[in-house]
């Protein structure tokens, strides 16, 4: 079983910083995708910004320049540094790993709630 432990969110003043770390352990392809969710009371889980084992990056619009995404050099553990955060920002953010073998399969971990204060 594959398990994604997150760290890191918290209460911040807007304008603030807060950095996510999430851990990975446990049998997957070294061919995936980890990534960062979030989802605000009442609304639909979206996309923040992901990266490939290789590096690649994606970003959502409304969090490029500020967010940058990252992996460790042994790529099971990814990182979201956030900068110039907003109170639109206030969401439980949950890492997210597809994993590409003979399938692909999705992994989620439990989430960790970032609240932004104005």
């Not at 070294?30 to 290789?54: D, F, T």
């Amino acid at each position: 079983q594959v398990q994604l432990v997150e760290s890191g969110g918290g209460l911040v003043q807007a304008g603030g910083s807060l950095r996510l770390s999430c851990a990975a352990s446990g049998r997957f392809s070294s061919i995936n995708v980890m990534g960062w969710y979030r989802q605000a009371p009442g609304k639909q889980r979206e996309l923040v910004a992901s990266i490939s084992n290789g590096g690649a990056t994606n970003y959502a619009d409304y969090v490029k320049g500020r967010f940058t995404i990252s992996r460790d050099k042994g790529k099971s553990t990814v990182y979201l540094q956030m900068n110039s955060l907003r109170g639109e920002d206030t969401a439980v953010y949950y890492c997210n790993m597809k994993s590409r073998a003979i399938r692909i399969d999705e992994y989620w971990g439990q989430g960790t709630q970032v609240t932004v204060s104005s």
